[in-house]
């Protein structure tokens, strides 16, 4: 993997992203200017942002919280972080939420200092975590009821545990 700090340059700092279902996703992807369609081969992109999830309004905190989509959707070179008054235990951050979501890539991230990294749970189908950072996340990893995920070339460091 290359230096952590390569991995992810230039990005444009955004508050925390909530989707609730497909027709929120195209809404937001419209208004936020993020390319694609959702289809296999044009992903919906978002990209090139750092989130503090101590910002979040979601249920869950999250700095990206999904749920209840189908479209092809592509998260990439995105800083995913907790900081705040609080520690991320006492907060429950998250860097990615999940649930029942389907056909998701997150790539090139850098997931650090939440309580969770990435979590999914309910019935989440066809997902892939490559060459991401997952660092100083008290759960690095938690996937329930994941089906055909792949997971591969990610950093994982500091944490407490894995879920799989």
Known sequence: MPPLSASITNLTSHPPIYVQNDSDLLRQARAEGWPGSGTPDDPIIVSGYA???YNSSSPK???IHLTQTSLHVRI?????????PQPAED???RGIYLCRCHNIVI???IIANNYAGIETVVRN???????CYVI???IALSLHSCYNWTIKHCYIVNLSLIHI
Do not use: K, P, Q, T
């Open 51 to 53: 989130i503090n999830s």
């Open 61 to 63: 905190h999250a700095a």
């Open 76 to 84: 990439e070179r995105c800083y995913l972080y907790y900081e705040g």
């Open 91 to 93: 907060v429950g951050s």
């Open 107 to 109: 790539a090139d991230c």
């Open 125 to 131: 189908r066809n997902g892939i975590v490559e060459n």
């Open 136 to 138: 100083n996340n008290s």
